[in-house]
Structures are given as C-alpha cells and as structure tokens.
C-alpha cells in the first residue's frame, strides 16, 4: 500500500473530547452525526438489537470486509481506523458509542484537500447498509 507523505501524518484532534467526536472543519471532505451544519451532517449509526460490544465488534468486521482500512484502535466504545486510497490518501474515520444517546456516532474525515468527491459519506452509508444486514453476514 503506497503512503502519501503529506497525508501520512495522523491528527491530533482524534478520539472522544467531552462526548464529542471532533467537529468538522470548513471544508467538505467530511461528514459526522455531530455536525451541526448540513452539509457536514450524516445520522448515527442505529444498533437495532445489537449490543454495544457486538456493534464494535461488526464495525471491525466491516471495516475488513469492504474498505482497505486499518483498525488503530479499538475500547468498549470507541473505533478509530485509517482507510487508504489506491493513490496513497488516507481518511479518517471514527465511532463513538453513546449510551446517553443510545446511538453510535461516527466521522469520516480526509486529510488533505477540499474535496473527496463524496467518499467519505459514501463510505459511512455503506457501513451503515452493511450493519443492517444488506448483503453482509456476520
């Protein structure tokens, strides 16, 4: 997998910070179920009849199903994985379990450029088509 030097460099605004994801920034290349802007918004992931640990443990398996991602880190209820583009562009993508909510809240972030064409709500969408069982079995 080649790695783009000016995308390989992680963010350190990553993980949970007073209940929140971090939000998203002027540009369109990401999306979140915490944006309070429309154009940056995407709903949380539902877990239906799922418990918390199996919903982390199906997004995992998702992850490794359908996209060229690296799982990084993984609690109870926190997923962080880095998904890699043929040209070497990486997005970052992010689950967070909120039991005050009783959803699971997600964002998919490119790390460079204004625009990523769709693929990060695109990405969120198909894990959420695959978590409610559209052609996916665990």
Not at 71 to 85: F, G, K, P, R, W
Request: aromatic share 6%; hydrophobic share 35%; charged share 25%.
């Amino acid at each position: 997998m080649m790695t783009n030097p000016l995308t390989s460099k992680r963010p350190t605004n990553l993980g949970i910070h007073q209940g929140r994801l971090a939000s998203c920034d002027k540009r369109r290349s990401s999306v979140s179920s915490q944006a309070e802007d429309k154009a940056h918004y995407i709903a949380p992931l539902e877990p239906g009849d799922r418990t918390t640990a199996q919903l982390m443990k199906r997004l995992q398996t998702a992850l490794a199903g359908c996209e060229q991602a690296e799982v990084i880190t993984v609690t109870d209820t926190y997923l962080y994985a880095e998904c890699h583009s043929p040209l070497g562009f990486i997005d970052d993508l992010e689950f967070f379990w909120s039991d005050e909510e009783g959803v699971c809240h997600v964002r998919s972030a490119s790390r460079l450029g204004v625009t990523d064409l769709g693929k990060n709500r695109a990405r969120v969408e198909k894990i959420r088509m695959l978590l409610e069982g559209w052609g996916f079995c665990d």
